[in-house]
């Protein structure tokens, strides 16, 4: 059982390219979810989706787009990078949104 | 606003030292109070989901629990593969289904 399988593990940008991080979930999930992790800041909830063809925004949603045509993958779209979205951004499935939620091991990503 | 405080930032032990890690929250109704562990370089695991005033829950050396205000991590005898940060969230009843986390408390067990 793979769980959460987030790609790719690290990425280095150019301001203003495009790029799309890939999550994909094998448990059947409904919930997934898109945070970023930053020092001093903890877990930001940026995107989350309640099911196929459901999105919604979190508290930081500026500057990413999501969605979510299948059950298995939710990919995080950032449109035009900036240095402010230096991160380590992580993917997070779970049966429903009231139920703990599994993490991927996360993407790195430096914008320079 | 949802909001969770985490204190300490960072506590150091001794190997069979036991502590407790403080999660302190505002929530519009309490639906669920998460505790996750996360290592460095990995994505947070769950350890505990409370939900009521006076619920607690145990797991080898960890044991968490809740009342209205705060929850507390409680942590016996730790050994140094405890070490790690520890995260807590809560997801009120709102009518939002998102968590909302602390920053976290960096551990340190020292053999």
């Known amino acids: 059982n793979a769980g ?6 690290f990425q280095v ?6 790029m799309t991080l890939q999550c994909a979930q094998d448990m059947n999930h409904e919930y997934m979810s898109w ?21 919604d925004q979190g508290e930081v949603p500026n500057g990413y787009n999501v969605s979510r045509s299948t059950t298995e993958d939710f990919p995080l779209r950032l449109l035009s990078a900036a240095p402010s979205q230096t991160s380590v951004y992580f ?4 049966y429903s949104a009231s139920q703990p939620q599994h993490f991927g091991d996360g993407t790195r990503l430096s914008i320079l | 606003e949802d909001q969770v405080t985490q204190s300490p930032e ?18 519009s109704g309490l639906r669920g109070l998460f505790w996750y562990r996360q290592d460095p370089g990995k994505g947070p695991e769950f350890l505990f989901t409370l939900y009521s005033a006076g619920e607690e829950k145990e797991k080898e ?10 929850s507390f991590l409680h942590i016996t005898a730790p050994k140094p593969e405890d070490s790690a940060t520890y995260l807590c969230a809560v997801q009120g009843q709102g009518g939002s289904e998102k968590l909302v986390f602390g920053k976290g408390t960096k551990l340190t067990v020292n053999p």
């Open chain 1, 4 to 9: 959460v399988t987030q790609t790719p593990k």
């Open chain 1, 13 to 18: 940008l150019k301001t203003g390219q495009s």
């Open chain 1, 35 to 55: 945070y970023r992790q930053d020092p001093g800041m903890g877990l930001r909830l940026i995107h989350y989706s309640v099911g196929a063809g459901i999105t």
């Open chain 1, 91 to 94: 993917c997070a499935s779970s």
């Open chain 2, 10 to 27: 960072a506590l150091r032990l001794q190997e069979g030292e036991s502590s407790s890690l403080n999660c302190s929250y505002t929530v």
């Open chain 2, 61 to 70: 050396r960890l044991k968490a629990t809740l009342t209205k205000k705060e």
